[in-house]
Antibody
Framework: QVQLQESGPGLVKPSQTLSLTCTVS??????????WSWIRQPAGKGLEWIGR???????SYSPSLQSRVTISVDTSNNQVSLKLSSVTAADTAVYYC??????????WGQGTMVTVSS | QSVLTQPPSVSGAPGQRVTISCTGS?????????VNWYQQLPGTAPKLLIY???NRPSGVPDQFSGSRSATSASLAISGLQAEDEADYYC???????????FGTGTKVTVL
C-alpha cells in the first residue's frame, strides 16, 4: 500500500526558502502513470493546489505561485521535493503531498505544518 | 481564491440526507472536467470520497454519492451519522487557469 510522508523544517524565516520532501513508500514513484502534487492549507482555510510533477520531471505550477515554486523528483530515493522562495507569513500553512490519478488526489500524506516567522 | 463555490455549512439530524453543491463555470465543470470530492475529518488530511463525478473508491460506503450537471456538481450524504461531521471539498481542473482547483469547502454538522 502506497504511503506518503512529508518532512522538513517547521519554521522558516520571512524572505527565505521553504523546502519540503515527500517520501513515497510501498511503491515506486517511477511506476504507473501518476503525477505527484503539493497542496497547502492555511489554518482554518481551504485547500490550495501548488503544483505537480511526473516521474519524468515534467512540471506544472499554480499561476499564483509559479514565480516562486520549484518541484523536483528524485526517483532513486522515491522522493518529491518542494521549494518555495521568498516566503511571507501568508505562506504559513499545512503542506500536503498527494498522488494524482486521472486528475484526482487519491492518496495524501499526513501533512506538515510550516510557520513563517522571524 | 477558489473558483468552485460551495455553501459554508450544511446540517442535518442523524439518519437524514444532506446535499452539498459545488458551482463552477464554463472553464472547469462546464468544460467537462470531472469533479472529485474529499472528506476532511478534524485534524486529518483530506480523503478522496468520490472521483470522476460519481465513483466511490474502494472502502467508501454507498451512503456517499455524487453527480454532475452543466456547471455544477453535488455530493449527497444519506443516513447521516455523527462520524460524518467533517469538512467536504469539491475539486476539478480549470482550463483557463491551467490548474487543479478546489471548492471553498462545506462544514457538515450532525444535529
Amino acid at each position: 500500500q502506497v504511503q506518503l510522508q512529508e518532512s522538513g523544517p517547521g519554521l522558516v524565516k520571512p524572505s527565505q526558502t521553504l523546502s519540503l520532501t515527500c517520501t513515497v513508500s510501498g511503491g515506486s514513484i517511477s511506476s504507473g502513470s501518476y503525477f505527484w502534487s503539493w497542496i497547502r492549507q492555511p489554518a482554518g482555510k481551504g485547500l490550495e493546489w501548488i503544483g505537480r510533477i511526473y516521474n519524468s520531471g515534467s512540471t506544472s505550477y499554480s499561476p499564483s505561485l509559479q514565480s516562486r515554486v520549484t518541484i523536483s523528483v528524485d526517483t532513486s530515493n522515491n522522493q518529491v521535493s518542494l521549494k518555495l522562495s521568498s516566503v511571507t507569513a501568508a505562506d504559513t500553512a499545512v503542506y500536503y503531498c498527494a498522488r494524482v490519478v486521472h486528475r484526482a488526489f487519491d492518496i495524501w500524506g499526513q501533512g506538515t505544518m510550516v510557520t513563517v516567522s522571524s | 481564491q477558489s473558483v468552485l463555490t460551495q455553501p459554508p455549512s450544511v446540517s442535518g439530524a442523524p439518519g437524514q440526507r444532506v446535499t452539498i453543491s459545488c458551482t463552477g463555470s464554463s472553464s472547469n465543470i462546464g468544460a467537462g472536467y470531472d469533479v472529485n470530492w474529499y472528506q476532511q475529518l478534524p485534524g486529518t488530511a483530506p480523503k478522496l470520497l468520490i472521483y470522476g463525478n460519481s465513483n466511490r473508491p474502494s472502502g467508501v460506503p454507498d451512503q456517499f454519492s455524487g453527480s454532475r450537471s452543466a456547471t455544477s456538481a453535488s455530493l449527497a450524504i444519506s443516513g447521516l451519522q455523527a462520524e460524518d461531521e467533517a469538512d467536504y471539498y469539491c475539486q476539478s481542473y480549470d482550463s483557463s487557469l491551467y490548474s487543479y482547483v478546489f471548492g471553498t469547502g462545506t462544514k457538515v454538522t450532525v444535529l
